[in-house]
């Protein structure tokens, strides 16, 4: 988002707050609040002896040998590093292999959202566009088989078309924007267990604040929340690319080290782990940029969310974006803000110029606090 990157000392927090949804330890680490070991030599590790030349001649063979595989190890990973870098460069580049093969984006799903933000809109016009899509039929068929959402204790509905109708047109417009970017969410983050559970949390926490603001303004709710839901959309196409990109080139590196029975080579290679570094790099360069392209792919003919999502990204002040966009860029700012404040990786001045830069107001930092802003809360009749 270009009004944080504006800043050096925003930019700074805001790249924190990605590095935590990647992992708290790298967070820390982006920070410099690090963990120091106690450690107490023992005499036989501290007390200097003589030694013999021979033992001297060892040691400094070993200096070298130990010297020379080190600098082995570091060609190998920045080489690995340099080419995995070229190969996401290049599916970056390529939009509609991101929007259909990396998401895998079908066309009912804005569709479904363009027909919700019409005054006119029913559930009979999504019914056929909702059975089209084989994940969503069972979300919804599971929804209204939950226990809290039963009409009869004794009956399950197993017919999508007849869950939409009990749903209704009022929850569709929480439910599908939040399946929808459910339906989107990298299948793992591996190494990083908790990412993909953290950008749902974040999405889902931005577009119910989001909901909250404009609801206080006077201003399109429905429209608010989707554009806070899918304003991460650019976050979960650069993290699932990076660590599929990386697991299929690590994979396809060892194999061919493997045939080529250079087991030095394989050694070095098998110890190679995901960069955050590197990860980090791209989510801050890209995310809100794609989030921009790829909702553009999207065509929205009603859902008015396109130009809220690229003032987003390409917005250098809080006043010139859209309304809906700077209520989107207070509640990204402020899930920030608390995400950090809970693990400690923030202090009173940086929370001030993070939420500063949006101009988020002590009413409006009262309302979010109040409110909740976690769960979605569903209305059965």
């Known amino acids: 988002m270009q009004i944080f990157e504006n800043n050096q000392t925003v930019a700074t927090i805001y790249q924190r707050a990605i590095s935590l949804s990647i992992c708290k330890d790298f967070a820390e680490k982006q920070s410099g609040k690090v963990s120091m070991v106690d450690h107490q030599g023992s005499e036989q590790e501290n007390r200097r002896r003589e030694l013999l030349s021979v033992e001297v001649q060892a040691q400094q063979e070993k200096i070298i040998a130990e010297h020379g595989e080190e ?21 970056f580049d390529n939009k509609e292999h991101l929007y259909h093969y990396v998401l895998g984006i079908e066309d009912a799903c804005p569709a479904i959202l363009d027909i919700l933000s019409a005054r006119a809109a029913s559930v009979n016009q999504i019914k056929d566009l909702a059975a089209s899509l084989p994940w969503l039929t069972i979300d919804l068929i599971s929804l209204v088989n939950k226990p809290q959402y039963r009409k009869r204790a004794d009956v399950q509905v197993t017919d999508a078309k007849l869950a939409l109708s009990y749903i209704g047109l009022d929850n569709l417009k929480l439910v599908m924007p939040t399946f929808t970017l459910k339906h989107w969410l990298p299948t793992s ?27 206080e303004q006077g201003l399109d709710e429905f429209t608010a929340f989707t554009t806070g839901m899918l304003s991460n959309i650019g976050r979960l196409a650069v993290t699932r ?22 087991k030095r080579l394989h050694n070095v290679l098998s110890k190679i782990e995901t960069s955050e570094e590197l990860l980090l790099e791209q989510l801050v360069m890209r995310s809100s940029q794609l989030s921009a392209d790829l909702i553009e792919k999207m065509h929205f003919k009603r859902l008015p969310i396109t130009e809220p999502i690229f003032d987003l990204a390409y917005a250098e002040s809080i006043e010139k974006m859209h309304p809906i966009a700077q209520l989107v860029a207070k509640a990204k700012a402020y899930i920030a803000f608390r995400a950090l404040a809970k693990e400690e990786l923030i202090d009173a001045e940086e929370s001030k110029k993070l939420l500063n830069t949006v101009n988020l107001t002590p009413t409006e930092i009262a309302l979010l606090k109040k409110s909740d802003i976690d769960h979605i809360k569903l209305n059965f009749n």
Not at 71 to 91: A, C, M, P, V, W
Not at 241 to 262: G, N, P, V, W
């Open 71 to 91: 600098h082995f190890r570091k060609q190998t990973k920045q080489n690995f590093f340099n080419r995995l870098g070229t190969e996401i460069n290049s599916d």
């Open 241 to 262: 690319c990076y660590l599929t990109k990386f697991s299929e080139m690590h994979k396809k590196e060892l194999r061919k080290a493997f045939e080529q029975k250079d």
């Open 189 to 215: 983050t591996a190494p990083y267990g908790l990412m993909k559970r953290k950008l749902w949390n974040d999405s889902l926490s931005i577009a119910l604040a989001s909901s909250v603001l404009a609801k």
